[in-house]
């Protein structure tokens, strides 16, 4: 079993930043790679970003990004914190959503399911 908490959500201005963080226990092993996902209402979950888990010098690690947060969003993770985070800059009013993260044993994401349960996430809003 995989569990995610998500935190550092808060409302910002347009052109604001904000980074929110992920922390995982439980079955780590079985982690290939990590994506942060969005919902807005009366959207469907999207995946955000994506980035393998694995820290060895003898991988690189790869990441994913959907268009509408490239060159915006940054995704990083520290494996010796358990944690996973989403540099959000310069976000827009489009942005605002309800931020997850979830685990995955293979990549790209979209060919496996999530290890972890869907959990309350962290709330973005991006406001004037």
């Known amino acids: 079993q995989v569990q995610l908490v998500e935190s550092g959500g808060g409302l910002v201005h347009p052109g604001g930043s904000l980074r929110v963080s992920c922390v995982v226990s439980?079955?780590?092993?079985?982690?290939?790679?990590m994506g942060w996902y969005r919902q807005a209402p009366g959207k469907h979950r999207e995946l955000v970003a994506a980035?393998?888990?694995?820290?060895?010098?003898?991988?690189?690690?790869?990441?994913y990004y959907t268009d509408s947060v490239k060159d915006r969003f940054i995704i990083s993770r520290d494996n010796a914190k358990n944690t996973m985070y989403l540099q959000m800059n310069n976000l827009k009013p489009e942005d605002t959503a309800s931020y997850s993260c979830?685990?995955?044993?293979?990549?790209?994401?979209?060919?496996?399911?999530?290890?972890?349960?869907w959990g309350q996430g962290t709330q973005v809003t991006v406001s004037s």
């Open positions: 979830n685990a995955h044993r293979c990549w790209p994401l979209t060919a496996c399911s999530e290890l972890g349960s």
């Open positions: 439980g079955s780590i092993f079985e982690i290939y790679a």
């Open positions: 980035i393998t888990w694995s820290d060895s010098p003898w991988s690189e690690t790869e990441t």
